[in-house]
């Protein structure tokens, strides 16, 4: 077999693994056996409470992760640049503040999160697109105005923590990422819009090939690169902006994970999405599971724990764009 295949289905047996171990380790503690068992009878309390506390963590931190990693691959095909990340550039804070908003002015509004949080996230990249461009996408100027943009959205999002106790269980909802207390209700959530995310990604995977061509290339083989990058985009802030109405703000997966997958799988979107997704979800679930079982019975927040992997990761990234680009 390849080693495209093979990256795959290590990736496969390494995330079933990780599932297992997170789903029968935590305060309590169940085996194999007594977790199979309970989830086929219903009638033991131990694995009951494991089917409606982790079990939801579980599934919302593959899916974030999935879509989180989807939506940088995307986001790096589009703008053509390796440090394009929903979290770095923006989207996910801008996300956040939007849906933040609105379901604090209409809680009844639940389900609907993530479709403010999709406003949010548009109005986030247009942003970052309007500013940086300049006769061109340069990266460094684009990741810089994403920065700026992250940071406006980040700071009016926390401005919401002085507004008295009515707004805090909505704040700590969609600007922490502990992914505790998560419900079946956020499950169908995240399954229902990232589920449609990732479809859609994996439909336009030809477009991203196309894109990494020069665009005057493109065009020259009869191919619409403006409508093109405007889908494209579409559907990657539909996805960060899932991921961040349920899981919240988390950053660098998109940065991380496409790089280390077209190492293992090379460039061809055909390969590189579905392998990224399922990578994603592999290391926002170890994550979470790292935070969880470590210091318990306290938790580090998956986002702390990716910044602190992302963060050094960025730093060599800008470096070596850096000298690509020389300026």
């Given at each position: ?61 593959v ?9 940088g ?10 440090l394009?990340d ?14 933040l908003?609105?379901?604090t ?39 810089l105005i ?96 899932t ?9 660098f ?10 190492y ?38 998956a ?10 990761f ?13 300026h």
């Open positions: 077999m390849s080693r495209k295949v093979w990256s795959i289905i290590i990736v496969m047996v390494l995330l079933i693994g990780v599932i297992l171990y997170s789903a029968m380790t935590g305060s309590l503690k169940v085996n194999l056996s007594q977790l199979v068992a309970g989830l086929w009878t219903g009638t033991d309390e131990q694995v009951n409470v494991v089917k409606d506390l982790r079990l939801p963590r579980i599934i919302v931190a899916m974030a992760g999935a879509a989180l990693a989807v939506a691959v995307l986001l790096q095909a589009v703008m053509k640049n390796p394009a929903a979290g770095v550039i923006g989207i996910s804070s801008g996300a956040a503040l939007i849906s908003i609105a379901v002015i209409f809680p009844m509004l639940y389900f609907w999160m993530p479709f403010f949080s999709f406003i949010g996230g548009a109005l986030a990249c247009l942003m970052v697109y309007g500013f940086s461009w300049k006769s061109g996408l340069h990266p460094i100027r684009l990741i994403g920065v700026a943009v992250n940071a406006i959205f980040s700071g009016l999002g926390q401005s919401f923590n002085y507004r008295g106790s009515y707004a805090i269980t909505s704040i700590n909802q969609v600007t922490t990422s502990t992914l505790s207390m998560k419900k079946w209700v956020d499950v169908e959530i995240i399954t229902t819009y990232g589920g449609i995310g990732l479809i859609l990604a994996m439909l336009v995977f030809s477009w991203c090939n196309f894109l990494s061509l020069q665009d005057k290339t493109a065009k020259n083989l009869g191919f619409n690169v403006t409508r093109a990058r405007l889908l494209i985009s579409v559907i990657a802030v539909l996805l960060a902006a991921a961040t109405a349920i899981a919240g703000v988390i950053a997966i998109g940065l991380l994970v496409p790089h280390c997958a077209r293992l799988v090379g460039s061809d979107h055909k390969w590189l999405i579905p392998f990224s997704a399922l990578c994603g979800g592999l290391l926002l679930l170890l994550a979470d599971t790292l935070g969880r079982t470590v210091l318990a019975p306290n938790e580090i927040p986002s702390i724990i990716m910044a602190v992997i992302g963060g050094p960025l730093i060599f990234l800008i470096r070596k764009a850096d000298r690509t680009y020389g």
